[in-house]
């Protein structure tokens, strides 16, 4: 049995995160032929450099029975019960969405460790696990605002234009008054709201849109 990323690249976190955004891996058990009772696992970003990033949330959606220690930290413990079999024999089990900001420019891991994995037997399970790559680029630069913009929800778009740490009207105008300084910004991907490939009037309505 593993533990396998989804929702990622190959072999890390979607896309490149800047410094101050955030991204989040899908992490899944699989190969559950006796099904699942229980799990504990910690997720880390480890030494020598946790700095770089750090995990800011996990969502364990499916587990009514579960626990996660504090957030944000550079060492997360949770812990779920399959009280209803929805991890069936054969089937995978979501562990949950994982969530890392990064903090400074650098490369880490996310690092998965299995403390225990019981399926519907009772017996223990043998994982063999991976590290999740966490490369983390520099702060975004806009000239036409004095702060750099913010992704706040870690979906891979920049929602607080302004910089000021939170999604309002202000962004919107900002994006409205610098549509031409956003287009021409390196990483106009980031400001794609609708995602059909190009920076338009319709991205700014789509942010307007999630006030």
Request: net charge negative; aromatic share 6%.
């Amino acid at each position: 049995m593993s533990i396998n990323r989804r929702g990622t690249g190959h072999h890390g976190l979607p896309h490149r995160p800047p410094v101050g955004a955030s991204r989040t891996a899908t992490l899944y058990l699989d190969g559950l032929s006796a099904g699942l009772s229980g799990f504990n696992v910690s997720l880390a970003i480890p030494l020598p450099d946790p700095s770089t990033g750090e995990i800011v949330s996990v969502c364990l959606p499916g587990w009514r029975l579960n626990s996660t220690t504090a957030l944000p930290a550079d060492t997360v413990v949770i812990s779920a019960l399959d009280l209803e079999g929805i991890a069936g024999p054969g089937a995978d089990a979501l562990i949950g969405n994982v969530t890392v900001r990064g903090d400074r420019v650098g490369q880490t891991e996310l690092r998965v460790t299995a403390a225990r994995v019981d399926d519907e037997t009772g017996e223990r399970v043998k994982t063999r696990l991976a590290a999740c790559a966490v490369d983390v680029g520099p702060a975004p630069y806009l000239a036409c605002v004095p702060s750099s913009p913010g992704d706040l929800d870690g979906d891979g778009l920049y929602d607080d234009l302004n910089g000021n740490g939170r999604r309002d009207f202000a962004d919107v105008v900002v994006y409205f008054n610098h549509i031409g300084c956003v287009t021409a910004y390196e990483d106009w991907a980031y400001f794609d709201n609708n995602r059909n490939g190009r920076i338009d009037f319709a991205d700014i309505i789509c942010l307007f849109n999630q006030l």
